[in-house]
């Protein structure tokens, strides 16, 4: 299995094709050279036995031409030692051959048995036709290649004989044989130089390439810091800067990319708005904190859930709006483990690519119950104002017409509607002074001039003010201040109208014979004034709301009485203004206990 992986490899590849390269190189030039040098040697050995037949038959020319003449078997014989003296050619057999192709002699002492004989061979019977190119190849008994050539020996024009000459072809194939080995040997040679060298070669290149890996494989897994050595110009060390620059490239981009991710992520976590992502299908993605705590419900518990279903939408009204048809809605939910119900806007915006259908949403969550309590509480101001200065408006206008019919000619009937026209446009002047305090202290209008005021005579002064008042229903008041108590930065007339606002109504709404006790605790850094009385007392259930403006508990019998239903709101504006706090407690028909509470420290005042 390794080296099978081995083999897969880039340096692998190199070598095998370097070598192939090579042996196919060196195979084309040794068919190449081995063809040329057996062309060669066959050549020059074919050559050399048609220059020594060409020689032979010249010389046994006379000889033959002799011995016809003489007829004896001298002749014969010099022929023989002429042919074995001159012409000894080793391994080839020299035959010397009449005019009608009996063989006169021969060199090889085994072929003496053929002298006499006729050689039928081809070669022959063309060399005396007069052919003087006659060669072929043959193959004897003993399985010997021989080359056979044959020359026609003439005299006078006339042919009186031929020349055979058959020689072994042993030498030359054992020649080439060496040449073959030589060959081969020096092929191998050069496969093992050139896999040597394939080694080195392709290590040159492979090994950067195993280095560039390595260092890729860091860069992949977030080392950024790597950097490839650039050993040179040329292809290798051009992929190396590249190299170098892509990291240094990709790190900035994945730095800009993570600060802008962890901008978006630092936006998402802060912003006081719920927003939450799906998908194209409407299932959610991403949830920021808030749309967790607007809702009640962890992120994991939302992923991956359509959005109608975690807002509690219908199918039908959600489709709307993934498809931008509704941008927002507002809806009232009750969140998980939570007891009240809040109101939120929700706005729809589809997210789309270029040229690409919707790939998803981002809904955004308002938590809009402050402000729709802040315009029901307008809307429900508006309303009470509208209803206060029209019920005195419509009493004023009913007598003013009532003492134009004739009322007014009637002393005592126009006396009376007189007085009650001047009671309604007091009361119309009260609430509209009332409203522009309140107006005063919502916009700051009314800066506060602190001084440093002894309490007690604050409080005496407010019971004196109501003194007449407490006799006439035969009622007690107390003032009740610790001595620790010391002087208290405020606003003297402004406290004063405080006071004045929660001491009328201890004396309206207690019976005859009650009482109302006025007392200054200290309390660490601040002062507690507390108005408690021992009347008709509040409903639990009003508790709550007393502070609003407009608000009553009994409210025909509190507007009888000559209140505008903005004395407790203003008396919380000041206590805030002063910054302090105020709170009221009651139990019905036992009586109320009203506090606030004063800052010793005179941060904001004006002097």
Known sequence: MKWTSYFRTVQAKLIIVYVLLILVAMQLIGVYFVSAMKTSLTSNFTEDLHARAEMLSVLVAEALVTGDSEGNEDS???????????????????QVLDASGRVLTTTLSSHN????????????????QGIRDNEENIIDEDNVRKKVVAKPVSSGGKIVGAVYIAAS??????????????????????????????VILSHTITAPIKELTRKANAVAEGDFSTKMPVLGKDEIGQLSSTFNYMTSQLRTALSENE?????????????????????????????????????GREEAAMSGRHFAVVLGLEVEEA????????????LQIQPSGQNDWVVIRVTFT???????????????LQDVTEQEELEASRREFVANVSHELRTPLTTIKSYAEALDDGAIKDPELGGRFVGVIQNETERMIRLVTDLLHLSRLDSNEAPLRKQPTVMMDVLDEVADRFSFQMQQKYMNVAVIVDQEVPEVPLDRDQIDQLLDNLVSNALKYSHEGGS?????????????????????????????RIFERFYRVEKGR??????????????????????????????????TKVTFTLPLEQEGSEL
């Open 169 to 198: 072809m042993n030498e030359l194939y054992t020649t080439m044989e060496r040449i073959n080995n030589i060959f081969i040997s020096g092929v191998l040679i050069a496969l093992g130089l050139t896999a040597v060298l394939g």
């Open 558 to 591: 509190s507007r009888s009485m000559g209140g505008t239903g903005l004395g407790l709101s203003i008396a919380r504006e000041i206590v805030k203004a002063h910054g302090g706090d105020i709170e009221l407690e009651s139990e019905l028909g036992k009586g």
């Open 319 to 330: 489709e709307t709006m993934l498809s931008g048809i509704t941008a927002s809605t507002l």
């Open 76 to 94: 014969t014989e010099n022929l023989g030692t002429l042919v074995n003296n001159l012409f000894n050619i080793n391994g080839a057999e020299i």
């Open 350 to 364: 589809p997210v789309q690519r270029r040229d690409q259908e919707r790939t998803g949403a981002i809904i955004v």
């Open 113 to 128: 048995d053929y002298i006499g004989r006729k050689n039928t061979q081809t070669v022959v019977s063309r060399a005396l």
């Open 516 to 544: 109302v006790t006025i007392s200054a605790t200290h309390m660490g850094d601040t002062i507690a004034v507390s108005v408690e009385d021992t009347g008709i007392g509040i409903p639990r259930k009003d508790i709550d």
């Open 259 to 295: 600060e802008e991710k962890d901008k978006l992520s630092s936006i998402l976590a802060n912003m006081s708005d719920g927003v939450i992502a799906t998908d194209e299908l409407g299932r959610i993605i991403l949830v920021n904190k808030r749309a967790s705590t607007m809702l």
